[in-house]
């Protein structure tokens, strides 16, 4: 059974740091772009980062670009969101997405070009 789960969410101050982790089970990420996506309440999902199949390219949103960091190790099957001088605007639910095309890497900051996800982890930056 596929499956994405994510971990390393929780409650941090303000100008704090978090890392997330995204790992895959029922089979390999090596072959595929991976995505951190957040919706906040009330508000769209956005993309916040992505990074292609090897992690020689990265991708990021203005308003995390200098403070998150997208990673991946292949040989433990796992990606990561490390996030620094975290905001309250950060408070969000966070998704791993999975991209099997990788002629969509391009798009990667679109959902729509995502086949697998994650169930989410809570991001909660608050004094």
């Known amino acids: 059974q596929l499956q994405l789960v994510e971990s390393g969410g929780g409650l941090v101050q303000p100008g704090g740091s978090l890392k997330l982790s995204c790992t895959a089970s029922?089979?390999?990420?090596?072959?595929?772009?991976i995505g951190w996506f957040r919706q906040a309440p009330g508000k769209e999902r956005e993309g916040v980062s992505c990074?292609?199949?090897?992690?020689?390219?990265?991708k990021y949103a203005d308003s995390v670009k200098g403070r998150f960091t997208i990673s991946r190790d292949n040989a433990k099957n796992t990606v990561y969101l490390q996030m620094n001088s975290l905001k309250p605007e950060d408070t969000a639910v966070y998704y791993c997405?999975?991209?099997?095309?990788?002629?969509?890497?391009?798009?990667?900051?679109?959902?729509?070009?995502?086949?697998?996800w994650g169930q989410g982890t809570q991001v909660t930056v608050s004094s």
């Open positions: 997405a999975v991209g099997t095309t990788f002629q969509f890497f391009r798009l990667c900051e679109l959902s729509s070009v995502y086949n697998y």
């Open positions: 029922g089979f390999t990420l090596d072959s595929y772009f």
């Open positions: 990074i292609s199949s090897r992690g020689g390219s990265t």
